[in-house]
Protein backbone atom coordinates (compact mmCIF):
# COMPACT_ATOMS: atom_id res chain seq x y z
CA UNK A 1 0.00 0.00 0.00
CA UNK A 2 1.03 3.55 -0.82
CA UNK A 3 2.72 5.85 1.98
CA UNK A 4 0.23 8.88 2.35
CA UNK A 5 1.40 12.44 1.86
CA UNK A 6 1.95 14.05 5.35
CA UNK A 7 2.27 17.46 6.24
CA UNK A 8 4.01 18.01 9.93
CA UNK A 9 3.27 21.56 11.04
CA UNK A 10 5.43 23.35 13.84
CA UNK A 11 9.16 21.40 14.50
CA UNK A 12 9.64 22.04 17.91
CA UNK A 13 11.09 19.24 19.99
CA UNK A 14 8.72 17.20 19.07
CA UNK A 15 7.30 17.97 15.74
CA UNK A 16 10.79 17.76 14.40
CA UNK A 17 11.10 14.18 16.12
CA UNK A 18 7.99 12.92 14.09
CA UNK A 19 9.04 14.59 11.23
CA UNK A 20 12.56 12.86 11.24
CA UNK A 21 10.91 9.48 11.68
CA UNK A 22 8.36 9.76 9.08
CA UNK A 23 10.96 10.85 6.43
CA UNK A 24 13.23 7.87 7.84
CA UNK A 25 10.24 5.24 6.81
CA UNK A 26 9.98 7.36 3.58
CA UNK A 27 6.71 8.77 3.96
CA UNK A 28 6.23 11.82 1.30
CA UNK A 29 6.73 14.54 3.41
CA UNK A 30 5.52 18.48 3.85
CA UNK A 31 6.90 20.50 6.93
CA UNK A 32 6.47 23.80 8.13
CA UNK A 33 7.73 25.97 10.83
CA UNK A 34 7.35 29.44 12.01
CA UNK A 35 10.56 30.31 12.50
CA UNK A 36 12.40 28.94 9.27
CA UNK A 37 15.68 28.21 10.61
CA UNK A 38 13.89 25.05 12.46
CA UNK A 39 13.13 23.58 9.36
CA UNK A 40 16.83 24.02 8.49
CA UNK A 41 17.82 20.17 9.31
CA UNK A 42 15.72 19.02 6.37
CA UNK A 43 17.59 20.98 3.59
CA UNK A 44 18.88 18.57 1.27
CA UNK A 45 16.39 15.43 2.16
CA UNK A 46 13.13 14.55 0.11
CA UNK A 47 10.99 16.91 2.21
CA UNK A 48 9.01 19.70 1.08
CA UNK A 49 9.82 22.57 3.48
CA UNK A 50 6.82 24.39 3.30
CA UNK A 51 6.65 28.93 3.15
CA UNK A 52 2.85 28.48 4.60
CA UNK A 53 0.52 26.17 6.39
CA UNK A 54 -1.39 26.24 3.62
CA UNK A 55 1.05 25.43 1.55
CA UNK A 56 2.25 22.51 3.48
CA UNK A 57 -1.36 21.13 3.84
CA UNK A 58 -2.17 21.80 0.44
CA UNK A 59 0.31 18.77 -0.54
CA UNK A 60 -0.81 16.22 1.98
CA UNK A 61 -3.81 13.79 2.75
CA UNK A 62 -2.63 13.95 6.37
CA UNK A 63 -1.86 17.10 8.38
CA UNK A 64 -1.11 17.05 11.66
CA UNK A 65 0.42 20.10 13.76
CA UNK A 66 2.33 20.11 16.96
CA UNK A 67 2.31 23.11 17.98
CA UNK A 68 2.75 25.33 21.41
CA UNK A 69 -0.96 26.26 22.71
CA UNK A 70 -4.08 27.25 22.00
CA UNK A 71 -2.66 30.73 20.24
CA UNK A 72 -0.30 28.74 18.28
CA UNK A 73 -2.57 26.04 16.56
CA UNK A 74 -5.23 28.95 16.23
CA UNK A 75 -2.60 30.41 14.20
CA UNK A 76 -1.18 27.42 12.01
CA UNK A 77 -4.97 26.17 11.18
CA UNK A 78 -7.11 29.31 10.67
CA UNK A 79 -4.29 31.74 10.30
CA UNK A 80 -3.98 34.03 7.00
CA UNK A 81 -2.38 31.29 4.56
CA UNK A 82 -3.62 28.66 7.43
CA UNK A 83 -3.67 25.09 6.69
CA UNK A 84 -7.47 25.01 6.61
CA UNK A 85 -7.16 26.95 3.79
CA UNK A 86 -5.48 25.02 1.53
CA UNK A 87 -6.16 21.58 2.67
CA UNK A 88 -7.46 19.11 0.07
CA UNK A 89 -11.18 17.92 0.58
CA UNK A 90 -10.66 14.52 1.37
CA UNK A 91 -7.71 14.98 3.77
CA UNK A 92 -7.72 13.98 7.36
CA UNK A 93 -6.57 17.26 9.49
CA UNK A 94 -5.20 15.84 13.07
CA UNK A 95 -4.58 18.10 15.95
CA UNK A 96 -1.75 16.83 18.17
CA UNK A 97 -0.57 19.19 20.41
CA UNK A 98 -1.59 19.51 24.19
CA UNK A 99 -4.46 21.95 24.03
CA UNK A 100 -7.86 22.85 25.68
CA UNK A 101 -11.09 21.39 25.28
CA UNK A 102 -12.52 24.47 24.61
CA UNK A 103 -10.33 25.46 21.44
CA UNK A 104 -10.07 21.61 20.16
CA UNK A 105 -13.97 21.65 20.22
CA UNK A 106 -14.29 24.88 18.16
CA UNK A 107 -11.32 23.95 15.90
CA UNK A 108 -13.35 20.81 15.20
CA UNK A 109 -16.79 22.64 14.80
CA UNK A 110 -14.45 24.54 12.25
CA UNK A 111 -13.34 21.53 10.18
CA UNK A 112 -16.90 19.85 10.20
CA UNK A 113 -18.04 23.16 8.77
CA UNK A 114 -15.87 22.87 5.63
CA UNK A 115 -16.55 19.34 5.37
CA UNK A 116 -13.17 17.70 7.13
CA UNK A 117 -12.33 14.67 8.82
CA UNK A 118 -10.71 15.80 12.17
CA UNK A 119 -9.13 13.84 15.05
CA UNK A 120 -7.84 15.22 18.06
CA UNK A 121 -4.88 13.35 18.96
CA UNK A 122 -2.57 14.41 21.81
CA UNK A 123 0.43 12.18 22.93
CA UNK A 124 2.52 10.94 25.74
CA UNK A 125 6.19 10.16 25.24
CA UNK A 126 8.56 12.83 25.16
CA UNK A 127 11.52 14.10 22.63
CA UNK A 128 13.18 10.56 22.10
CA UNK A 129 10.04 9.07 22.23
CA UNK A 130 8.55 11.32 19.23
CA UNK A 131 11.89 10.42 17.40
CA UNK A 132 11.88 6.43 17.61
CA UNK A 133 8.19 6.35 17.14
CA UNK A 134 7.54 5.31 20.74
CA UNK A 135 4.53 8.10 21.47
CA UNK A 136 0.85 6.29 22.70
CA UNK A 137 -1.33 8.67 20.74
CA UNK A 138 -4.79 9.43 22.77
CA UNK A 139 -7.58 10.01 19.75
CA UNK A 140 -10.81 11.40 20.05
CA UNK A 141 -13.06 11.24 16.66
CA UNK A 142 -14.40 9.25 14.43
CA UNK A 143 -13.22 5.64 13.55
CA UNK A 144 -13.31 6.26 9.79
CA UNK A 145 -11.01 8.97 10.34
CA UNK A 146 -8.58 7.32 13.00
CA UNK A 147 -8.59 3.88 10.80
CA UNK A 148 -7.38 6.73 7.75
CA UNK A 149 -4.72 8.48 9.92
CA UNK A 150 -3.57 4.42 11.84
CA UNK A 151 -0.44 4.36 8.83
CA UNK A 152 0.54 7.50 10.39
CA UNK A 153 0.14 6.54 13.86
CA UNK A 154 1.81 3.12 13.23
CA UNK A 155 4.95 4.92 12.41
CA UNK A 156 5.14 7.44 15.02
CA UNK A 157 3.31 5.45 18.02
CA UNK A 158 3.71 2.51 19.81
CA UNK A 159 0.02 2.49 20.59
CA UNK A 160 -3.24 4.45 20.18
CA UNK A 161 -6.13 4.82 22.53
CA UNK A 162 -9.46 5.62 20.67
CA UNK A 163 -11.11 7.32 23.35
CA UNK A 164 -14.22 8.55 22.11
CA UNK A 165 -15.25 11.66 20.52
CA UNK A 166 -13.62 14.41 19.30
CA UNK A 167 -12.54 16.38 22.70
CA UNK A 168 -12.00 12.92 24.33
CA UNK A 169 -8.33 12.59 23.46
CA UNK A 170 -7.46 16.16 24.79
CA UNK A 171 -9.42 15.32 28.24
CA UNK A 172 -6.99 12.41 28.72
CA UNK A 173 -4.07 14.30 27.91
CA UNK A 174 -5.01 16.79 30.06
CA UNK A 175 -6.07 14.27 33.37
CA UNK A 176 -2.53 12.64 32.28
CA UNK A 177 -0.06 15.63 32.66
CA UNK A 178 -2.00 16.76 35.39
CA UNK A 179 -1.25 14.04 37.69
CA UNK A 180 2.39 14.35 36.55
CA UNK A 181 2.71 18.07 37.18
CA UNK A 182 1.21 17.54 40.44
CA UNK A 183 3.96 14.73 41.06
CA UNK A 184 6.50 16.89 40.02
CA UNK A 185 5.68 19.84 42.46
CA UNK A 186 5.51 17.83 45.68
CA UNK A 187 8.70 15.99 44.30
CA UNK A 188 10.56 19.79 44.36
CA UNK A 189 8.86 20.87 47.57
CA UNK A 190 10.06 17.52 49.18
CA UNK A 191 13.73 18.03 47.79
CA UNK A 192 12.96 21.30 49.28
CA UNK A 193 12.66 20.19 52.84
CA UNK A 194 15.34 17.54 52.05
CA UNK A 195 17.65 20.44 52.02
CA UNK A 196 15.86 22.62 54.41
CA UNK A 197 16.17 20.12 57.05
CA UNK A 198 19.64 18.98 56.11
CA UNK A 199 19.20 15.38 54.80
CA UNK A 200 21.57 13.76 52.39
CA UNK A 201 20.52 14.39 49.26
CA UNK A 202 21.13 11.14 47.64
CA UNK A 203 20.15 8.84 50.20
CA UNK A 204 16.73 10.83 50.28
CA UNK A 205 16.09 11.15 46.93
CA UNK A 206 16.99 6.96 46.49
CA UNK A 207 14.55 6.14 49.01
CA UNK A 208 12.17 8.29 47.21
CA UNK A 209 12.96 6.84 44.06
CA UNK A 210 12.65 3.55 45.16
CA UNK A 211 9.94 3.37 47.60
CA UNK A 212 6.11 4.30 46.82
CA UNK A 213 6.69 7.48 45.88
CA UNK A 214 8.58 6.60 42.75
CA UNK A 215 6.64 6.96 40.02
CA UNK A 216 7.98 7.29 36.61
CA UNK A 217 7.81 10.97 36.87
CA UNK A 218 9.77 11.20 39.97
CA UNK A 219 12.10 8.93 38.76
CA UNK A 220 12.86 11.33 35.70
CA UNK A 221 13.08 14.62 38.00
CA UNK A 222 15.08 12.63 39.97
CA UNK A 223 17.76 11.71 37.17
CA UNK A 224 17.87 15.35 36.38
CA UNK A 225 18.94 16.70 39.58
CA UNK A 226 21.15 13.79 39.81
CA UNK A 227 22.66 14.92 36.63
CA UNK A 228 21.97 18.22 37.34
CA UNK A 229 20.82 18.38 33.44
CA UNK A 230 17.65 20.35 32.70
CA UNK A 231 17.89 21.09 28.93
CA UNK A 232 14.71 20.37 28.06
CA UNK A 233 12.60 17.84 26.66
CA UNK A 234 9.50 19.29 27.74
CA UNK A 235 9.76 22.98 28.49
CA UNK A 236 8.62 23.75 31.97
CA UNK A 237 6.21 26.34 30.47
CA UNK A 238 4.42 23.87 28.64
CA UNK A 239 3.95 21.85 32.04
CA UNK A 240 2.38 25.09 33.20
CA UNK A 241 0.26 25.31 30.12
CA UNK A 242 -1.53 21.85 30.69
CA UNK A 243 -1.59 22.29 34.35
CA UNK A 244 -3.79 25.57 33.57
CA UNK A 245 -6.07 23.57 30.91
CA UNK A 246 -6.71 20.74 32.84
CA UNK A 247 -8.24 23.52 35.44
CA UNK A 248 -10.44 24.75 32.98
CA UNK A 249 -11.37 21.99 31.39
CA UNK A 250 -12.26 20.41 34.94
CA UNK A 251 -13.86 23.78 35.80
CA UNK A 252 -16.33 23.63 32.89
CA UNK A 253 -17.54 19.81 34.08
CA UNK A 254 -18.21 21.35 37.71
CA UNK A 255 -14.72 19.51 39.10
CA UNK A 256 -12.36 21.46 41.05
CA UNK A 257 -8.82 20.06 40.68
CA UNK A 258 -7.13 21.95 43.71
CA UNK A 259 -4.36 19.81 43.79
CA UNK A 260 -3.49 20.91 40.29
CA UNK A 261 -4.66 24.53 41.02
CA UNK A 262 -1.31 24.42 43.63
CA UNK A 263 0.57 22.44 41.41
CA UNK A 264 0.11 25.31 38.53
CA UNK A 265 1.33 27.99 41.28
CA UNK A 266 4.47 26.14 41.98
CA UNK A 267 5.21 26.40 38.30
CA UNK A 268 4.45 29.76 37.90
CA UNK A 269 6.59 30.87 40.25
CA UNK A 270 9.14 29.15 38.60
CA UNK A 271 8.45 30.72 35.50
CA UNK A 272 8.36 34.11 37.54
CA UNK A 273 12.18 33.18 38.46
CA UNK A 274 13.12 32.44 34.74
CA UNK A 275 13.09 28.65 34.44
CA UNK A 276 10.14 28.21 31.99
CA UNK A 277 12.40 27.31 29.18
CA UNK A 278 14.31 25.15 31.04
CA UNK A 279 13.22 21.24 30.99
CA UNK A 280 9.56 20.53 33.58
CA UNK A 281 12.47 19.09 36.02
CA UNK A 282 13.65 22.79 36.71
CA UNK A 283 10.75 23.01 39.01
CA UNK A 284 13.31 21.85 41.80
CA UNK A 285 15.05 24.96 41.08
CA UNK A 286 12.54 27.43 42.14
CA UNK A 287 13.83 29.06 45.46
CA UNK A 288 9.70 30.29 45.69
CA UNK A 289 8.85 28.27 48.51
CA UNK A 290 11.64 29.72 51.05
CA UNK A 291 9.49 31.28 53.70
CA UNK A 292 11.53 34.61 54.16
CA UNK A 293 11.98 35.04 50.68
P1 LIG B 1 8.39 23.43 21.45
O1 LIG B 1 9.67 22.73 21.24
O2 LIG B 1 8.38 24.64 22.32
O3 LIG B 1 7.81 23.83 20.01
C1 LIG B 1 6.69 24.66 19.91
C2 LIG B 1 6.31 24.76 18.44
O4 LIG B 1 5.14 25.62 18.34
C3 LIG B 1 7.40 25.40 17.56
O5 LIG B 1 7.37 24.80 16.30
C4 LIG B 1 6.91 26.85 17.48
O6 LIG B 1 7.36 27.55 16.34
C5 LIG B 1 5.42 26.62 17.36
N1 LIG B 1 4.66 27.85 17.64
C6 LIG B 1 4.58 28.52 18.81
N2 LIG B 1 3.76 29.59 18.66
C7 LIG B 1 3.35 29.58 17.37
C8 LIG B 1 2.48 30.42 16.62
N3 LIG B 1 1.85 31.47 17.16
N4 LIG B 1 2.29 30.12 15.31
C9 LIG B 1 2.89 29.03 14.75
N5 LIG B 1 3.72 28.20 15.39
C10 LIG B 1 3.93 28.47 16.72
O7 LIG B 1 7.27 22.46 22.04
P2 LIG B 1 7.18 20.86 21.99
O8 LIG B 1 7.87 20.33 23.18
O9 LIG B 1 7.53 20.38 20.65
O10 LIG B 1 5.62 20.66 22.27
C11 LIG B 1 4.66 20.82 21.24
C12 LIG B 1 3.30 20.43 21.80
O11 LIG B 1 3.35 19.06 22.22
C13 LIG B 1 2.87 21.22 23.04
O12 LIG B 1 1.48 21.40 23.02
C14 LIG B 1 3.29 20.33 24.19
O13 LIG B 1 2.55 20.56 25.36
C15 LIG B 1 3.00 18.97 23.59
N6 LIG B 1 3.79 17.85 24.15
C16 LIG B 1 5.12 17.99 24.40
C17 LIG B 1 5.84 16.92 24.91
C18 LIG B 1 7.31 17.01 25.22
O14 LIG B 1 7.81 16.16 25.95
N7 LIG B 1 8.05 17.99 24.69
C19 LIG B 1 5.19 15.70 25.15
C20 LIG B 1 3.84 15.56 24.85
C21 LIG B 1 3.14 16.66 24.36
P3 LIG B 1 8.67 28.53 16.44
O15 LIG B 1 9.84 27.62 16.30
O16 LIG B 1 8.49 29.45 15.29
O17 LIG B 1 8.59 29.21 17.78
Redesign the pocket.
Request: net charge positive.
Given at each position: MSKPKVAI????????GMAGRLLSADFPLAVY???R??CSPFAGAPVFIAAS?RDAASRAEIVLS????D??S???WL?ENGALAGASPNAVLIE????SGSWIHELATKTAERGYRFLDA??????P??ASGE?LFLVGGSADALEAARPVFSVLGRDVFHLGPVGSGTLM?LIN?FVCGVQAASFAEALSAIDAGGLDRVKAMSILTGGAPGSGIVKRIADRVAANDFT????LR??A??LAYALGEASEKGISLQTAAAALSVFQQAIAEGHGDEDFSAVVKSMGRRLNS
Open positions: LGLGIMGSNRNEKPMVADTARDVGSSTLPVTGTKHALKNPNFAWMKD
